[in-house]
C-alpha cells in the first residue's frame, strides 16, 4: 500500500482591503497631534536643523463657500476687519518664527527653496491683501519670491484679473484651481455653487495671468455622476492644457455639509470611484500626461519644474504661517488646533488674531525614529516614482523589507508592487497606485491609529 504525498495547501488569496480609508497627504495626520506638554522654544526647535533649502507655507483660512465635501480648516467669509486682524497676527508670528530661524546654532544661514499660499483659498484676500501677504513672505521671512516656486491655491469666484495680476508680478510660477466639477448639477450636489460659464472665464483669466503652470483639480464619486459626465468634465479641463491636473476620489467626513448624505460604508460606491479612477486615468495618460501619484497627473510637454515640486510642503524643513498650518522639522511636528466644525473654527481663528506670543511650539507631535521611516516610506512610496531603497538604507541603516516586513509583504501579496523594479526600487504597480488610500494607512503605527481614533471632531 502507498501513501499519497502530502498535500501542498492551496494559497490563500489577501481578503478584500477597501481602497478609499484615508487621503494620506501628511504623516502623522494632524488629528493625531496633542497639546505639548512643555512646549518648546521655536529658537530651540530650530537651532539644530538644516535651514538652507526651507519649505514655507502660508495658510488663509477664509472661503466664500464651503463646499460639502471640505474637512479643511477654514470658515465661511470674514465679517468686519477680521482679514486684516489675521494679516496682522500672520505678521508677528513671522517676525517671531524668522527670529527663531536666524537665532545660530549649526544648521548656519536660511535659506528658502519653495513657498506655496493656502487655504482655506488664499484668493479670498483683497489684492492689496494679497500684496501684503506677499510682503510678508519675502521681507519678513525672507522668502526670494520670484527666485523659488510659488504656489498659490484659488477658486473660481475669486481667480480675479486684479488678483491674479499681483500674483504674477510677485512671482507666483502656479496657480491651482479648484474646479472639482465642469457639470453644474454635479457641483451643487457636492455643495459647491458654482456655473460651468463662471469656471470657464476663471481659466480664461489665469491663462491671460501669464502665470506658467495651470493645475485643475476635479473629483469623481460625486453623487449622479456617470462615466459619460465624468469623461466631459475632463475633456473639459484638458480643453485648458493645464500643466497638471489632480483627481480625487470624493470622501464625506463628519462634520461636513455632505455628512449623512451618502452611504459611505456602501461597496457599490467604492466600486463606482475605482472604475471613474481607472477611466480618468486610462484617459489623461491617452492625452499625454505622465502619471506622477495616484492623484497628481504632469502633461508630459510641460517644462520640468525646477526646485521641490511638493506643491503641498509636506517635507521636513516645512515653516508654516497661519492657524491652519503646520510645521515640520525632523522631531516634531506642531501647528496650532485643529477643527472641522465652524463654530470652533471661528474660535481659534480669534484667539490666533489676537496672539501676541508665537515663540512656542504649543500643539503638535513628536516623531521618533519608527515614525520617521514610516514617513519616509509611506512619503515615497505613494509617488509613481517609488522610493530608492539605497537612498533608505543611507538614511536608517536598513531596508524597508527588514523595518516593515509583513506591510512589504502583504503588498506583494496583493499585486500591488512593482515587481519588475526590485531590489534597487520599491514602487507601486498600476494596482498599488489605485489603492494609494489603502497603502498610506496600512503604514500607520499603532500609537499614530489610537491617537487619531481618540480625537474628538469638534
Keep these: 500500500m502507498t501513501t499519497a504525498p502530502p498535500r501542498t495547501p492551496a494559497p490563500v488569496a489577501p481578503a478584500a482591503v477597501r481602497p478609499y480609508q484615508d487621503y494620506v497627504y501628511a504623516y502623522p495626520h494632524k488629528t493625531a497631534y496633542g497639546p505639548l506638554d512643555e512646549p518648546p522654544a521655536l529658537r530651540d526647535l530650530w537651532r539644530n536643523e538644516p535651514k538652507d533649502a526651507l519649505a514655507l507655507y502660508l495658510h488663509i483660512p477664509f472661503c466664500e463657500v464651503r463646499c460639502g465635501f471640505c474637512n479643511l480648516f477654514t470658515r465661511v467669509g470674514a465679517p468686519g476687519d477680521l482679514t486684516t486682524r489675521y494679516l496682522d497676527a500672520l505678521e508677528r508670528q513671522a517676525v517671531a518664527v524668522r527670529a527663531a530661524l536666524d537665532d545660530g546654532g549649526a544648521a548656519g544661514a536660511v535659506r528658502f527653496a519653495a513657498?506655496?499660499?493656502?487655504?482655506?483659498?488664499?484668493?479670498?484676500?483683497?489684492?492689496?491683501?494679497?500684496?501684503?501677504?506677499?510682503?510678508?513672505?519675502?521681507?519678513?521671512?525672507?522668502?526670494?519670491?520670484?527666485?523659488?516656486?510659488?504656489?498659490?491655491?484659488a477658486s473660481p469666484a475669486t481667480a480675479t484679473a486684479d488678483r491674479l495680476a499681483v500674483l504674477a508680478a510677485r512671482g507666483a510660477t502656479?496657480?491651482?484651481?479648484?474646479?472639482?466639477?465642469?457639470?453644474?448639477?454635479?457641483?451643487?450636489?457636492?455643495?459647491?455653487?458654482?456655473?460651468?460659464?463662471?469656471?470657464?472665464?476663471?481659466?480664461?483669466?489665469?491663462?491671460?495671468?501669464?502665470?506658467?503652470?495651470?493645475?485643475?483639480?476635479?473629483?469623481?464619486?460625486?453623487?449622479?455622476?456617470?462615466?459619460?459626465?465624468?469623461r466631459s468634465s475632463l475633456d473639459a479641463a484638458l480643453a485648458w492644457r493645464p500643466e497638471e491636473l489632480y483627481l480625487y476620489p470624493l470622501y464625506v467626513r463628519p462634520r461636513t455639509g455632505l455628512d449623512g448624505r451618502t452611504d459611505v460604508a456602501d461597496p457599490a460606491w467604492d466600486a463606482q470611484r475605482l472604475d471613474l479612477y481607472r477611466r480618468g486615468r486610462d484617459h489623461l495618460l491617452e492625452h499625454g500626461y505622465r502619471q506622477e501619484s495616484m492623484r497628481m497627473f504632469r502633461r508630459a510637454d510641460a517644462p520640468v519644474p525646477q526646485g521641490p515640486v511638493d506643491h503641498a510642503c509636506q517635507t521636513d524643513g516645512m515653516v508654516g504661517l497661519g492657524c491652519g498650518a503646520r510645521s515640520y522639522?525632523?522631531?516634531l511636528h506642531y501647528a496650532f488646533d485643529y477643527a472641522v466644525g465652524m463654530p470652533r473654527i471661528r474660535t481659534i481663528i480669534d484667539e490666533y488674531t489676537a496672539t501676541t506670543d508665537f515663540g512656542h511650539a504649543v500643539h503638535g507631535r513628536a516623531v521618533d525614529?519608527?515614525?520617521?521611516?514610516?514617513?519616509?516610506?509611506?512619503?515615497s512610496l505613494l509617488q509613481a516614482g517609488g522610493l530608492e531603497v539605497?537612498?533608505?538604507?543611507?538614511?536608517?541603516?536598513?531596508?524597508?523589507?527588514?523595518?516593515?516586513?509583513?506591510?512589504?509583504?502583504a503588498f506583494a501579496a496583493r499585486g500591488w508592487l512593482d515587481?519588475?523594479?526590485?531590489?534597487?526600487?520599491?514602487?507601486?504597480?498600476?494596482?498599488?497606485?489605485?489603492h494609494s488610500d489603502a497603502v498610506g494607512p496600512a503604514l500607520f503605527s499603532p500609537a499614530v491609529r489610537a491617537a487619531m481614533a481618540a480625537y474628538q471632531v469638534r
Design 115 to 153: 513657498a506655496a499660499f493656502g487655504g482655506g483659498t488664499p484668493t479670498f484676500l483683497e489684492a492689496a491683501e494679497l500684496e501684503r501677504l506677499c510682503d510678508i513672505a519675502e521681507h519678513r521671512m525672507g522668502a526670494p519670491l520670484g527666485g523659488v516656486p510659488l504656489s498659490v491655491e
Design 174 to 230: 502656479r496657480i491651482s484651481l479648484g474646479v472639482q466639477s465642469f457639470a453644474d448639477d454635479e457641483a451643487r450636489a457636492a455643495v459647491r455653487p458654482q456655473r460651468r460659464a463662471d469656471v470657464e472665464a476663471a481659466l480664461g483669466r489665469i491663462r491671460d495671468s501669464g502665470v506658467p503652470v495651470l493645475n485643475i483639480d476635479l473629483i469623481y464619486g460625486i453623487d449622479g455622476q456617470t462615466p459619460s459626465s465624468w
Design 329 to 331: 522639522t525632523a522631531g
Design 369 to 379: 525614529a519608527d515614525e520617521a521611516r514610516r514617513r519616509h516610506l509611506l512619503q
Design 390 to 409: 539605497a537612498g533608505y538604507r543611507a538614511r536608517f541603516g536598513s531596508t524597508p523589507q527588514q523595518d516593515f516586513p509583513a506591510e512589504v509583504a
Design 419 to 434: 515587481e519588475g523594479a526590485a531590489p534597487a526600487l520599491l514602487r507601486l504597480s498600476p494596482e498599488g497606485l489605485a
